[in-house]
């Protein structure tokens, strides 16, 4: 009987060790608006897309369960550092301004942002009024960190979700978007977008920071450093490539040494 009691007593003993649940499933913070073709739900809760199979895979590179899960944009910083969730796999971007509260990942993936505008519409992007349109931006976004510098006297309308961005560019309540340049490559090729066309790309600026990375807490410098081993390692297998090549006809990464 005392075996037994020492035996379980030590059992517990480990179980509330430092470090014991050190292997709990990783929560994967993605955002909770569809963004295809990063992220998208089906009917059954299931989410896919670029971001999805990315995160799935660097959580196999790393040897972790992970779980999707869906947060709304604009809490997911906190929902992170707060504990809620482990990592952000969601096109983040890496900027200075996102820097000073967490820290990222070497990126995986690196795009320009694009206009999209009714086809017959022409769109100005060197006035500082864009010609007298209407812009339509997510809010959170670089690309409306970029607007807001680079079309001082336009009329810029923000919005909570892309999603609604589209929404209203179809009603004719704005003339123009921008949003990450792959997105809405494929979002054009919709039924939804074929009415639209990419006027243009927006030119390199800070605004957009760095690429995109995994965002993580500050002091997580171990899953710091196992996320960078894992992108690495994907990027050098070829699994990078094939899983880019089910959502892309371009290199998504960008330029590579």
Do not use: H
Request: negative net charge.
């Amino acid at each position: 009987m005392k075996k037994t009691i020492l035996a379980a007593a030590a059992a517990l003993s480990l179980a509330m060790a430092p470090g014991a649940f050190a292997q709990e499933p990783l929560k994967v913070g993605v955002a909770a608006e569809p963004y295809p073709p990063f992220s998208s739900v089906d009917s059954a809760g299931n989410w896919s897309g670029f971001d999805i199979e990315i995160g799935q895979a660097i959580c196999e590179e790393m040897g972790r369960e992970c779980v999707t899960t869906p947060v709304a944009w604009d809490g997911i910083i906190p929902a992170l550092t707060s504990g809620k969730i482990d990592m952000i796999v969601g096109s983040m971007s890496i900027t200075e301004e996102r820097q000073k509260v967490i820290d990222f990942s070497d990126r995986y993936y690196y795009t320009p942002a694009a206009f999209v505008a009714p086809a017959p519409v022409e769109v100005d992007t060197d006035s500082a009024d864009l010609g007298g349109l209407v812009l339509g931006v997510q809010s959170g976004t670089t690309s409306a960190a970029y607007v807001r510098k680079a079309y001082p006297d336009a009329e810029i309308k923000l919005y909570n979700t892309q999603d609604e961005v589209n929404a209203d560019l179809a009603a004719g309540r704005i003339d123009v978007m921008l949003a990450d340049q792959a997105a809405m490559v494929e979002y054009v090729k919709t039924p939804e977008g074929s009415q639209f066309e990419v006027k243009a790309v927006a030119p390199e600026d800070e605004a957009f920071g760095e690429g995109i990375g995994v965002g993580l807490r500050k002091e997580d410098d171990d899953l710091q450093a196992d996320v960078n081993d894992a992108i690495a390692a994907l990027l050098e297998s070829g699994r990078y490539d094939e899983i880019a090549g089910q959502y892309f006809e371009f290199d998504i990464y960008g330029g590579r040494e």
